[in-house]
C-alpha cells in the first residue's frame, strides 16, 4: 500500500495545499535542531519515502534530490545548541518548524505536524500527528529532508570541533560520544542545559577556575 492510500485510508484529509513539518537531532547532546517543511504537489512520484529513521541512510540520499526536485515548496529551519539551552528543547523545536514554515516559497492553508503537539504562534490552521512520519508523505519528506540536512552539517562541523566522533554518532548519546564527553569535556556545539552534558560542563569549568580568583 502507498504512502498516498494510507494517508487517504487513515482518514487524514487536509485542505491543499499544505505543509508536512518535522524535525532531526531534538534528542540529541550536541548540534543543532532541525525542522524541515514540505508542500508536495498532487501526483508526486516519492518510491519508498516513510519515516526517516526507518529509511538507511542510502535510500534517504537518493529521496533527498527526488523531494526536492518535485515539490512545490520546501525549507529549513535551524536553532544553535545556545539557543537551545536559552529557551530550552520544545520550544527550540517549535521555532525551528516555525522558521521552516516561514521560509516556503508557497503559503500553505494548512500544517501537519509530526507528534502530539502543533506549534504555538504559527498563525495557520494545524494539526499534530502521532506517527505522522510514517503515516503522511509531506511529513515523511519533510523528516527525509532535515535528517540528511543534519547529518550532513555534523558530518561538516566534525572536522571544526575533532574528538568527539560526531559524524558517526551525529550528536546523539552514545557510549562513545559519553566518553568522548568525559575526556574532552564540552565544545561549543553541546547543549549545557542538558543532562549528560551539564555535570561536565560545570566539572570542566571548575577546572579552569583558579584559587582565589
Not at 57 to 76: D, H, V
Not at 155 to 175: D, F
Request: with cysteine.
Amino acid at each position: 500500500m502507498s504512502l498516498l492510500s494510507c494517508h487517504q485510508g487513515a482518514g487524514e484529509a487536509f485542505p491543499r495545499p499544505f505543509a508536512g513539518v518535522d524535525e532531526a537531532g531534538r534528542g540529541c547532546l550536541a548540534g543543532p535542531v532541525v525542522a524541515a517543511a514540505v508542500i508536495l504537489p498532487p501526483g508526486f512520484d516519492l518510491p519508498g519515502l516513510g519515516d526517516s529513521k526507518q529509511l538507511s541512510e542510502r535510500r534517504r540520499l537518493a529521496l533527498e534530490p527526488a523531494i526536492k526536485a518535485q515539490a512545490a515548496a520546501w525549507a529549513l529551519g535551524v536553532v544553535w545548541p545556545a539557543d537551545i539551552d536559552r529557551l530550552d528543547i520544545l520550544r527550540a523545536t517549535f521555532a525551528a518548524m516555525a522558521g521552516a514554515v516561514a521560509h516556503l516559497r508557497a503559503r500553505p492553508v494548512f500544517v501537519a505536524v509530526d507528534g502530539d503537539k502543533t506549534v504555538p504562534g504559527l498563525g495557520l490552521p494545524q494539526r499534530a500527528v502521532v506517527g505522522g512520519d510514517a503515516k503522511i508523505p509531506e511529513i515523511s519528506a519533510a523528516s527525509v529532508l532535515a535528517k540528511t540536512f543534519r547529518d550532513r552539517l555534523m558530518v561538516a562541523l566534525a572536522r571544526r570541533y575533532p574528538g568527539y566522533g560526531l559524524e558517526v554518532h551525529k550528536g546523539y548519546g552514545t557510549r562513545a560520544h559519553m566518553a568522548a564527553l568525559e575526556r574532552l569535556g564540552p565544545c561549543r556545539l553541546h547543549r549545557r542545559t542538558f543532562q549528560g552534558v551539564r555535570p561536565r560542563a560545570r566539572r570542566r569549568e571548575d577546572s579552569l577556575c583558579l584559587p582565589g580568583i
